[in-house]
């Protein structure tokens, strides 16, 4: 069965530091695999997506995010940290199946950005 | 960018009565329309999937009776939950897609409705 893991409930980091939020998945097939922010109240925001191609993804805000096969891993990143970046990230894995496509979220993480 | 509309953002009702949230897609016509629970500090719980003029799929363990869905234009879907109850408070978001989902066309959520039942 297909899952993804996001292996940290909470990441802080200070402003202007490079953060990295890590998601982990497990699938037969080929992962399709997402980034989604959320501020409080308020529903998610699409940042990026992996589906094929360069392992390295770049997306909205700066975020970008890396592609590792050997490693089952679809962690993101950002050189520099904003506190305006402090939200709930959620990695989703996608899979294809007949019936329609099945998503799965990870459980979150709180990133945490201080001045 | 594909926008989705949910209204209202927050509601707060008497045990008893029905509340209904409606998922607008503003600028694309929405194939598909899903609903999710969440609650605090976890992550989305789906509830069911609608296409546009079909019955929603429900998922395992969610009360279709409690929960209606209608989809009744590739731009409207609405979630009512009958006869609220206390434990039904929580934060519900819609999300819509064209094409196939979520692959090519990321899902497009609404910003929520935070429900309180009293």
């Known amino acids: 069965a297909q899952s993804v893991a996001q292996p940290e409930d909470q990441v802080n980091v200070a402003e202007g530091n490079p953060l990295t939020v890590k998601c982990t998945y497990s699938?037969?097939?080929?992962?399709?695999l997402f980034w989604y922010v959320q501020y409080p109240n308020r529903g998610l925001q699409f940042l990026l997506k992996?589906?094929?191609?360069?392992?390295l993804v770049k997306g909205s805000y700066g975020f970008e995010a890396e592609f590792n096969k050997s490693q089952t891993s679809f962690h993101l990143k950002k050189p520099s940290a904003l506190v305006s970046d402090s939200a709930l990230y959620f990695c989703?894995?996608?899979?294809?199946?007949?019936?329609?496509?099945?998503?799965?979220f990870g459980t979150g993480t709180q990133l945490k950005v201080e001045l | 960018g594909a926008v989705v509309s949910q209204h209202p953002s927050r509601v707060i009702c008497k045990s008893g009565t029905s509340v209904k949230i409606e998922c607008r897609s503003l600028?694309?016509?929405?194939?598909?329309m899903f609903w999710y629970r969440q609650f605090p500090k976890q992550s989305l719980m789906l509830m069911a999937t609608?296409?546009?003029?079909?019955?929603?799929?429900?998922e395992q363990g969610v009360e279709k009776d409690k929960f209606l869905i209608n989809h009744a234009s590739l731009t409207l879907s609405t979630l009512t939950v009958t006869s609220a109850h206390p434990e039904d408070s929580s934060f519900y978001i819609c999300?819509?897609?064209?094409?196939?989902?979520?692959?090519?066309?990321?899902?497009?959520f609404g910003n929520g409705t935070r429900l309180t039942v009293t």
């Open positions: 999300s819509a897609t064209y094409g196939a989902t979520g692959t090519n066309s990321p899902l497009h």
């Open positions: 699938v037969s097939g080929n992962p399709y």
């Open positions: 992996y589906i094929t191609g360069d392992n």
């Open positions: 989703v894995l996608v899979i294809l199946t007949g019936g329609g496509n099945k998503l799965t």
């Open positions: 600028d694309f016509q929405a194939t598909t």
């Open positions: 609608s296409n546009e003029g079909s019955k929603a799929t429900y």
